[in-house]
Antibody, heavy 119, light 109 residues
């Protein structure tokens, strides 16, 4: 079945970087764009950016420009999201979400990865 | 890139209907027919309920419907059921980026 499986929870110190992975299965990896969305504790969803797994092109939300890098490995059908210069406000659950491609919506979501930033 | 505006909470009794609004601008909601809605239960990942303003993915009950007028989109849930109690988020395409609403907590009384 179509699914996205993310890496496990992380605890990082302020100023460090974190890299979260999202492994896709059950469909042609390069045929669907992938988004990253985060959710701080008790807060709403926040769009971070999108990657085209085929060519690797990316587009990031202005808020994260310069701090986020999204990459992919087609050999393992995995996308990655790296966030640098972490601060306490980056404590959140990070989700990868597949783009429907034929329209604009997120049809399949990963289970989420909790990233905690604490000294 | 400001968040779309949703009411913080709505409520209704079983069998009733509720409507959740989502207000944006001509640069997002009003400019494109790419509004989607997501349901999120506590501790779970969001689930796509509506896309392209009013279309339902396979498996979503027809009790869920969407519409749009100008810069405001709406999600209506009719025949409320206990399992509909959740947080709901709208999302709009906005050119090179996407923007979510702040979320609405639906309570089934």
């Amino acid at each position: 079945q179509v699914q996205l499986v993310q890496s496990g929870a992380e605890v990082k110190k302020p100023g460090a970087s974190v890299k979260v992975s999202c492994k896709a299965s059950g469909y042609t990896f390069t045929s669907y764009y992938m988004h990253w969305v985060r959710q701080a504790p008790g807060q709403g969803l926040e769009w971070m950016g999108i990657i085209n797994p085929s060519g690797g092109s990316t587009s990031y939300a202005q808020k994260f420009q310069g701090r986020v890098t999204m990459t992919r490995d087609t050999s393992t059908s995995t996308v990655y999201m790296e966030l640098s210069s972490l601060r306490s406000e980056d404590t959140a659950v990070y989700y990868c979400a597949r783009d429907t491609t034929v329209t604009d919506a997120f049809d399949i979501w990963g289970q989420g990865t909790m990233v905690t930033v604490s000294s | 890139q400001s968040a779309l505006t949703q009411p913080r909470s709505v409520s209704g009794s079983p069998g009733q209907s509720v409507t959740i609004s989502c207000t944006g601008t001509s640069s997002d909601v009003g400019g494109y027919n790419y509004v989607s809605w997501y349901q999120q239960h506590p501790g779970k990942a969001p689930k796509l309920m509506i896309y392209d303003v009013s279309k339902r993915p396979s498996g979503v009950p027809d009790r869920f419907s969407g519409s749009k007028s100008g810069n405001t989109a709406s999600l209506t849930i009719s025949g409320l059921q206990a399992e509909d109690e959740a947080d709901y988020y709208c999302c709009s395409y906005a050119g090179s980026y996407r923007v979510f609403g702040g979320g609405t907590k639906l309570t089934v009384l």
